[in-house]
């Protein structure tokens, strides 16, 4: 390779607050638990769970505090939880102790972020200070998720240094990390090198986090040259759950098993056991019903051993 | 990037062999025809249109020798025949003034070569050397591809310097071009930027080709780490037609529209109407009468204008 390649990478995965808050069925707080766990065993050591949002509107995820009742503590993981407003945060801070991380959001964009909340930038900005800054005055390690980092559905292109201006701002109320999300998979390769490269310069002792989508297909070689600009945190869900598919059909977050597979198979170190996390997504696919798009879960991992046989 | 990239690549399609090879129908030569003209339409100027195989073992193309009788010349356009053998080279040549490319095959990997061909790759060198002899004697321009250059799902690893070695030889016997087939997608982005920076090296003067299979989902980040070791030559398949899917339900060949929208949107010139070419494997997917896999044709390319919507 041209770049110089990471020895290890930390992924979060996301499947039990994005994919589980996309699916048409509310899933059983019990199945939700036992697949968390799932992923635990397999070697995720920060999942994203549930979040705090009203319950008419997301009822997928109007257990959330059971969910983190639930939860089994474990040595080495970190739960986080995605906190949409203030009130969200009221509801989270009575759990505290069953958690270790929250996520917050905005756009960069000033229609999709509009039309997301029904605010402004700024105005979203303005809000998130207070929350943010009370959340980590808690205690709470906090990442800050910029949605349409890469390009937006409605206004095209999107200036990356206004996207950097935001992360400035969120890790001035508190953030140690801030997630860059490709919302409806626009980035392309070439952007995103260049973007992760400036992001670098400008944001020294924040932890980077690459957040794409495989919506046109290019979610893993997105995932390789941020890899080479020199980001070694990634967001992504198992089986390929949820993702805000626009349009309907369309793919949304890339796989935890497919971002798993190229990164071992490069010996960069991920961590995760890729067949107990391919357990875990045939259990979701149990649950749900149905045949999840993960290209790993279909094929199988790649399988060295002399003389095997293709499964 | 890190890495220099070029402006402009070539791509040449294989769906109107390898694609309309592995479908349990047989499709109309009218339609091939049709799709083939819409391909070119669409700016492809490589296409892989047909295959002299025995019609008994492969009914889906015999009516090779009708799609060469049929197919429009066009200006700047090669349509290439894949020549399995030397009797097929026999009936190709009666109509060597319909196409301009042969192509010819075997595997890196002993076993893998023997259940394809049941020969050794010895065998299959030596009865190579006069069939591509032979063909680049009657002025065809000749593309030697071997399968399995990056793993073989039998044998496990391949040793690159066994693969460079066919190379040469296939070079020696009259291949202006090689192509190195992933078979069963089992290449990853560190192994390919390896692969094609030691190849580049040892075959000066030869063009080499990548052609991945989207397995495990890594197939157009397989693509960027061969652009970034120098790679102008692609072969690709649309809709995300045909290409070994092993095991069955698994993806094969990446699909041509997904890597001209990264491409396109990476600013490198593929010489490619992504909508053309989304219409053709539109059309392809009413003669098939399914839904084909590619990601743009469910996605739609990106659109960049300002205020357009999600469609």
């Known amino acids: 390779m041209p770049a110089q390649l990471p020895d290890q990478v930390r992924i979060r995965e996301v499947g039990p607050r994005d994919g589980f808050q996309n699916e048409p069925e509310v899933i059983a707080t019990a199945d939700k638990l036992r697949l968390i766990g799932m992923l635990a065993d397999a070697g995720l050591r920060r999942i994203e769970v549930t979040s705090f949002v009203r319950a008419d509107v997301i009822p997928q995820l109007a257990d959330a505090a059971e969910v983190l009742a639930g939860l089994e503590p474990r040595e080495g993981v970190a739960y986080s939880v995605l906190i949409p407003n203030r009130k969200g945060l009221e509801n989270a801070l009575p759990l505290i102790e069953r958690f270790q991380e929250a996520n917050f959001f905005l756009s960069a964009s000033e229609t999709h972020n509009r039309k997301n909340v029904n605010r402004s930038v700024e105005e979203s900005l303005a809000e998130l ?15 800050g998720v910029i949605s349409t980092s890469f390009g937006c559905p409605y206004e095209g292109e999107v200036e990356p240094g ?150």
Chains 1, 2 share one sequence.
């Open 162 to 311: 206004r996207v950097l201006e935001i992360a400035r701002a969120l890790t001035g109320f508190g953030c140690e990390e801030i997630g860059f999300g490709d919302t409806t998979g626009m980035a392309n390769p070439r952007q995103v090198g260049e973007f992760f490269g400036r992001a670098g310069e400008q944001l020294g002792g924040v932890e980077l986090t690459a957040h794409f989508h495989n919506t046109r297909g290019q979610g893993l070689a997105n995932a390789l040259a941020a890899l080479e600009a020199g980001v070694t945190s990634f967001e992504s869900s198992f089986g390929e759950l949820g993702g805000c598919p626009v349009p309907p059909g369309a793919t949304g977050n890339i796989a935890t098993e497919d971002l798993v597979s190229m990164l071992e198979e490069m010996h960069i170190d991920t961590g995760i056991d890729l067949g107990r996390l391919l357990e875990a997504s045939r259990s979701a696919q149990e649950v749900l019903g149905r045949p999840l798009g993960a290209h790993t879960l279909v094929a199988g991992p790649v399988d060295w051993r002399p003389a095997s046989r293709p499964r």
């Open 129 to 143: 200070e207070g929350t943010i800054s009370a959340a980590a005055g808690a205690g709470l390690r906090c990442e």
